[in-house]
């Protein structure tokens, strides 16, 4: 098979910075404890080698309930950003604190900030669950609104004249929060509208759907957890109308998937470590013509 590598693919700006400084203290601990709170990035190679060079992690979402678990040293404030309330009390514990959250992230946070001292209050597409919404809902308790689908949209309840805005999660899909911000403008057309998908993100997204148009289907390399890798599957498959698959590393990957296919596109999340890119590019080389060859 003929593999299409898919440019831009892999790490971003965000994610190459955290590790950077990740591995800084990490180097630099001499012997004190350093703590991750949460995944530095949504990879499971970055995570492990992180951890086998002494960083530990606390793995949970809600940052407030992992430090209760970090009670001297070092604390890493991962890439996904936090609220101010954990930054607070991360003080208050009398940790030193590495904050490696993404500029673009930051951007949401302060963009959110200055609607609110503007007197709006704010719809935030985003996932439930993931640590980047419970940082910008923690930005203004009470005045950011999550919401998922466009569904959601039907269920806000602002009294009129309510000064409204939308913005997003960065690593959304680009048409499903165009979507779903089109079905909030048709409710609420005053609603200031703010996209903040990051570039990498979009770049990412744009250069699947359009290779999706000349291969057979997609393999995408990243974690199940990474929200940016699941947003590229989708694409692949909603947009680019091929069928995509997220895999870990070669061993995830299913010659059966491939049977009657000639060419791959092959990308990668923006927390995908280059080498772990590479090594499913060469396994997927490496599948035999015969394990792939349609039959009847
Ligand atoms: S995916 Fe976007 S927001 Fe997330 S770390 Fe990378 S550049 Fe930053």
Redesign the pocket.
């Given at each position: 098979m003929e593999v299409v590598r898919i440019t831009p693919r892999g790490y971003?700006?965000?994610?190459v910075e955290?590790i950077r400084m990740a591995k800084q203290v990490g180097r630099e601990r001499h012997g004190r404890p350093v703590t991750m709170l949460g995944y530095l990035?949504h990879n499971e190679h970055v995570t492990r080698e992180l951890e086998e060079s002494g960083v530990r992690l606390v793995p949970t979402a809600d940052r407030l309930v992992g430090l209760e678990q970090v009670d001297a040293g070092t604390v890493i404030f991962t890439?996904h950003g936090v609220s101010p309330q954990v930054v607070d009390e991360a003080r208050r514990r009398g940790l030193d604190v590495v904050d490696a959250t993404?500029?673009?992230?930051t951007r949401t946070h302060d963009l959110v900030r200055r609607l609110i001292d503007d007197g709006y209050e704010v719809v935030y597409i985003g996932k439930r669950g993931h640590p980047e919404p419970a940082g910008v809902l923690g930005v203004a308790p009470g005045h950011v609104r999550l919401i998922e689908t466009i569904d959601e949209v039907d269920e806000l309840d602002y009294p009129q004249g309510t000064k409204l805005a939308v913005t997003c999660q960065?690593?959304l899909s680009m048409w499903d929060t165009a979507a779903i911000i089109e079905r909030l403008i048709q409710r609420f057309p005053a609603i200031e509208a703010h996209n903040e998908i990051?570039?990498?993100?979009q770049e990412r997204q744009e250069a699947a759907v359009l290779a999706a148009k000349d291969v057979d289907c997609v393999v995408v390399v990243g974690s199940q957890r990474s929200s940016?890798s699941q947003r590229l599957v989708q694409v692949v498959e909603q947009l680019g109308g091929k069928p995509g698959f997220l895999v870990d590393n070669p061993g995830e990957l299913n010659p059966n998937w491939f049977v009657g296919m000639r060419r791959v596109g092959v990308t990668a999340g923006?927390s995908t470590p280059t080498q772990i890119t590479r090594a499913v590019i060469a396994a997927i080389e490496a599948i035999p013509a015969e394990a792939t060859a349609a039959t009847g």
């Open positions: 971003c700006h965000g994610v955290a990035v890439a993404c500029s673009d992230v960065t690593t990051c570039r990498a993100t940016n923006a």
